[in-house]
């Protein structure tokens, strides 16, 4: 990838992180994730550079939408559910993105009539429980340590 590619592809990340917050901004249900250390402008280019990492064509500009924001945060869940299964651990922000995503996938799964959309939420919401008992089974072995 040359300088101008890698500088574009940073400049649509940026956009992209913004699009992502002003979505968050406007949800107030989620809100209350972000009273903790992480902001919404962390997890926004959190998404943003998993994203872009993961499927750039979804680096899009325009306005977000519910559907739209959920299809970003599936694709962000599946690479930290794998992440989580080979041991290593979610930072905070990933954590909320994780968290994200189901609550779109229950927002979402009220509105749906797509076959596809109903088994990504399906799957959205399998994957969210198996990471939170898998985060439940390594607090209580670490419990168990000390």
Do not use: W
């Amino acid at each position: 990838m040359s300088v101008i590619e890698a500088t574009r592809l940073q400049f649509k990340k940026s956009a992209f992180a913004e699009e992502i917050s002003k979505q968050l901004v406007n949800e107030r249900t989620n809100h209350d994730l972000f009273h903790v250390a992480t902001t919404i402008e962390t997890t926004s280019h959190i998404i943003a550079a998993i994203v872009g990492s993961e499927k750039p064509e979804q680096l899009v500009q325009t306005p977000m939408n519910d559907r739209a924001m959920f299809e970003v945060l599936f694709t962000c869940l599946r690479l930290l559910f794998v992440k989580q299964v080979q041991g290593n651990e979610l930072s905070q922000g990933e954590q909320l993105i994780v968290t994200l995503a189901n609550r779109y996938a229950i927002k979402l799964s009220t509105e749906t009539s797509s076959s596809q959309l109903g088994s990504d939420i399906v799957l959205v919401k399998k994957l969210y429980k198996q990471l939170q008992a898998l985060a439940l089974k390594e607090a209580r072995s670490q419990r168990s340590m000390c």
